[in-house]
């Protein structure tokens, strides 16, 4: 393999067209999971922005670009995906029938190990270092908004009607319900954010927000915008006052789903909901082929989905001293805190302390 490698700022324009339209034409070569906008040029540029060590390996045949891979490196090697922990969707972006040996592409890229956990399906010279494989619901609407919603009324019947009853009584009780599905108000941005970080500290989770360089990055990302991508920021709005908002990513066929919260406030309706149902319509609307809700188990993905697709874990390794003591050191917090979430006797404990834990902290 011909195989470059470039700091953000050294990647060419005629390299990024060409890895946009990899990605544009992904559903129709047969894999449309390459679509998804974490894996796209404007994602890895951004994340390379806020954080140091990012650098994207460009394979060529015949002096053609003809796969992408975005990565983050320490100085001794190391590699993990790029925003990796707030990136959903990782992997080699490449023209279809095209493959690659895992170990040479390290061995370019200067690494003795590359760590993800988000790793897309069909990236086959990985997939054999996964540790673990996971569900990542998605809301199909490719045809059409009344389509997904007929199929939610007849998967889901008590669930559907109980949500949309509870938007027609959010109206009554607080105004007049409206939704902007692209809000372009920075100040409706700071608001989710803050709602997001209450969440995180009410719930005992970390602060995601707390970390300067994600803000940064969702800042830059809600200020991008082309064709091909954009970060969409979508709100609900009762009587003119914001009481559920989202904020993603979207490329030209997916909406990735990444930080949606509501005010507190407002929970007896369950605005989260009613939000994701407007965002189904509005990118129905806009030829979105489906969401994205994430990995992750959550009841109200459970009541969205349409289907799943799978994300791995793992890590793919040279031999290498490096390579041995990293993953000797990240191995068993990984498979300790999997055993917790796979485990409901486990999991639900230990959720519990985690939120009586937020309780106290919010006190102080």
Known sequence: ????????????????????????????????????????????????????????????????????????????????????????????????????????????????VWEFDHLVEGQAPFEAGASGTFPSPVMDVDQGYETYLSQLRERSPKFTRTTLAKERKLGRDAGEVRYVHDERDPEALRT???????????????????????????????????????????????????????????????????????????????????????????????????LDLGRGQKEYKDSLKTRELAVSEGWVTRRHPIAIGHRARRAPVRALRNAVLARPELFEPADRILKRMGKIRSRH
Not at 60 to 89: K, L
Not at 212 to 222: E, G, S
Request: proline share 5%.
């Open 1 to 112: 393999m011909d195989i470059s490698v470039y700091r953000p700022g050294e990647l060419t324009a005629t390299d990024r067209a060409a890895w946009t339209a990899l990605q544009s034409k992904a559903h129709l070569n047969g894999s449309p999971e390459l679509a998804n906008p974490f894996l796209s040029p404007e994602f890895a540029l951004a994340v390379g922005r806020c954080r140091r060590g990012v650098r994207i390996a460009v394979v060529r045949e015949n002096g053609e670009g003809v796969a992408y891979f975005p990565f983050q490196r320490t100085g001794a090697g190391i590699g993990r995906a790029v925003g990796i922990g707030v990136s959903d969707c990782q992997g080699v972006v490449h023209r279809p029938g095209f493959t690659w040996d895992a170990h040479e592409l390290l061995r370019a890229c200067g690494l003795a």
């Open 192 to 290: 989710l954010m803050d709602w997001k970080s209450a969440q995180y500290r009410r719930t005992g989770r970390s602060d995601r927000f707390a970390h300067p360089w994600i803000t940064h990055l969702v800042q830059q990302l809600f200020h991008t915008r082309s064709e091909q991508f954009a970060g969409i920021l979508s709100v609900l709005y009762a009587d003119g006052k914001p009481v559920a908002g989202h904020f993603g990513l979207r490329s030209e066929r997916v909406l990735a789903c990444w930080f949606p919260a509501y005010d507190p406030a407002f929970s007896k309706y369950s605005p989260g909901l009613i939000l994701h149902l407007r965002m189904a319509e509005a990118a129905a609307a806009d030829g979105i082929a489906y």
